[in-house]
């Protein structure tokens, strides 16, 4: 897998690379206590529905704000964008609307994908997500790449910065998982498929991004959604799907072995 993005770092291989993962789970979820699960080959044909309905849209080309909240529909959103020709402005859907206006400002982006009606100026699209979803099965559908990923930092430190990522820079940091295999076989094996990953981190996140969605899936592993990331929902979600790997900020780590600990 790795040669192959090797010889090819652009975004469209390592779509093909996820797509022939197959029906391998690429998430895992409990709607109430039923545990449901979406293979990858459904993940990426689901990013088609999603390109092609954004495409009938007639949308400006550039940027598209993504503000949906992590969820297991996410990837194939985050796709679907890139598939549709568009670039990426990854989004936290909780922030207030005058910060996401801002943002969007600063990214020239004149169209965002949310769960809700949000407080924005008038010359911003607003799309709902639910459009996307109930979108019919796409046929033959022929993508446009976007090149153009963007994430935004906190703004703890002052105001919200944009960084852009294009496809190469994403392709490396999948690339990654060789360094991690040659570091410690037991966190990257030689087939990872069938191993589940908590997708803790928020998706808007650099690390939530890199890490949770762009690693985990160039290796094949599944990702768990959490319904909330209240501690009863965080227990009950891994006792359904117990996972084998953790990706998080260091504060987490460090609160995580105090407690073992004590």
Same mark, same amino acid.
């Given at each position: 897998?790795?040669?192959?993005?090797?010889?090819?770092?652009?975004?469209?291989?390592?779509?093909?690379?996820?797509?022939?993962?197959?029906?391998?789970?690429?998430?895992?979820?409990?709607?109430?206590?039923?545990?449901?699960?979406?293979?990858?080959?459904?993940?990426?044909?689901?990013?088609?529905?999603?390109?092609?309905?954004?495409?009938?849209?007639?949308?400006?080309?550039?940027?598209?704000?993504?503000?949906?909240?992590?969820?297991?529909?996410?990837?194939?959103?985050?796709?679907?964008?890139?598939?549709?020709?568009?670039?990426?402005?990854?989004?936290?859907?909780?922030?207030?609307?005058?910060?996401?206006?801002?943002?969007?400002?600063?990214?020239?982006?004149?169209?965002?994908?949310?769960?809700?009606?949000?407080?924005?100026?008038?010359?911003?699209?607003?799309?709902?997500?639910?459009?996307?979803?109930?979108?019919?099965?796409?046929?033959? &559908?022929?993508? =446009?790449? /976007?090149?153009?990923?963007? %994430?935004?930092?906190?703004?703890?430190? #002052?105001? *919200?910065? !944009?960084?852009?990522?294009?496809?190469?820079?994403?392709?490396?940091?999948?690339?990654?998982?060789?360094?991690?295999?040659?570091?410690?076989?037991?966190?990257?094996?030689?087939?990872?498929?069938?191993?589940?990953?908590?997708?803790?981190?928020? &998706?808007?996140? =650099?690390? /939530?991004?890199?890490?949770? %969605?762009?690693?985990?899936?160039?290796? #094949?592993? *599944?990702? !768990?959604?959490?319904?909330?990331?209240?501690?009863?929902?965080?227990?009950?979600?891994?006792?359904?799907?117990?996972?084998?790997?953790?990706?998080?900020?260091?504060?987490?780590?460090?609160?995580?072995?105090?407690?073992?600990?004590?």
């Amino acid at each position: 897998v790795c040669a192959r993005l090797e010889a090819d770092k652009t975004l469209a291989t390592l779509f093909d690379i996820l797509r022939d993962y197959g029906e391998t789970p690429a998430a895992l979820w409990l709607k109430g206590e039923q545990e449901l699960s979406c293979s990858y080959a459904e993940m990426t044909r689901r990013a088609d529905d999603f390109a092609a309905c954004l495409t009938s849209m007639d949308l400006e080309d550039g940027w598209i704000g993504i503000a949906v909240d992590t969820c297991h529909d996410w990837p194939s959103l985050y796709w679907g964008v890139m598939r549709s020709g568009h670039n990426a402005l990854l989004l936290d859907a909780s922030a207030a609307d005058n910060v996401i206006q801002g943002l969007l400002n600063e990214a020239n982006c004149r169209q965002i994908i949310s769960r809700k009606p949000r407080g924005l100026s008038g010359n911003v699209r607003q799309i709902d997500f639910k459009t996307l979803k109930d979108a019919p099965r796409a046929i033959g &559908f022929n993508p =446009v790449w /976007g090149e153009y990923t963007a %994430m935004c930092t906190s703004g703890t430190t #002052g105001n *919200s910065r !944009i960084f852009a990522y294009n496809g190469e820079a994403i392709c490396e940091q999948a690339l990654n998982c060789i360094t991690l295999h040659k570091a410690n076989k037991r966190i990257v094996k030689d087939d990872n498929r069938g191993r589940k990953m908590l997708a803790f981190l928020p &998706f808007h996140h =650099v690390l /939530g991004f890199m890490g949770n %969605m762009i690693l985990a899936q160039v290796m #094949g592993t *599944s990702g !768990i959604y959490l319904q909330d990331r209240t501690p009863n929902s965080i227990i009950n979600t891994c006792r359904h799907f117990p996972p084998n790997m953790l990706i998080v900020v260091p504060l987490l780590g460090n609160s995580l072995v105090r407690s073992v600990e004590k």
